[in-house]
């Protein structure tokens, strides 16, 4: 398989990221088990301790360059999340809850991704980055309706080739 490693992105021939993603997903989980031997019992008071290692040793895997790779497969999004679920179990106290994330005040990885390309996008509308920057999406013209400015055209694909590719027209 001819696959391009470039600023630690693996790039397929088809560009779906899957052999990226368990790349990350296994960095992760060694880092992870790393954490785990060192700290064998979270108890509530370590709470705290849990969620700096985490968010600064296994989510930074996770979410290395994730503007480039957002996966849109539902089975490697289950995959990420798994590493993130498996994770909030070392903290004793809330391993046998559903609600850990939300106990520990975690997001999931699939909402921050959808944030930071929210905060991306609006970042290129607004001009933040450069001015030159040529997007081949358009604006929404109608003003009638509620809202702001800054709305994009939603075209329609018929084909999966262009769905998940940002601001490409969709004649195919």
Known sequence: MNVIKDLGAIFDPNLSFGLH?????????????????????LTTYQRKL??????ALVRSHL??????????RIGL??????????ATKLVITIKHLKERLQRIK????QFRRIHGDTI?????????YCKNVNL???????????????????????????VFIFG????I
């Open 21 to 41: 993603c368990k790349e990350m997903i296994n960095k992760a989980y060694t880092i992870w088990g790393i954490i785990r031997r060192s700290f064998m019992y």
């Open 120 to 128: 991306e996008v609006y970042k290129i509308l607004t001009y933040r």
């Open 77 to 86: 999004i289950k995959d990420l999340q798994k590493v993130q679920m498996r």
């Open 50 to 55: 849990f969620v700096l290692l985490y968010k």
């Open 168 to 171: 490409q027209n969709c004649n």
């Open 63 to 72: 979410e290395y360059d994730n503007s480039v790779w957002n996966p849109y």
């Open 136 to 162: 081949h999406s358009e604006l929404h013209q109608d003003n009638i309706t509620r809202g702001h400015s800054l709305k994009l055209v939603n075209s329609r694909c018929h084909y999966d080739l262009r």
């Open 106 to 109: 975690l997001p999931t990885l």
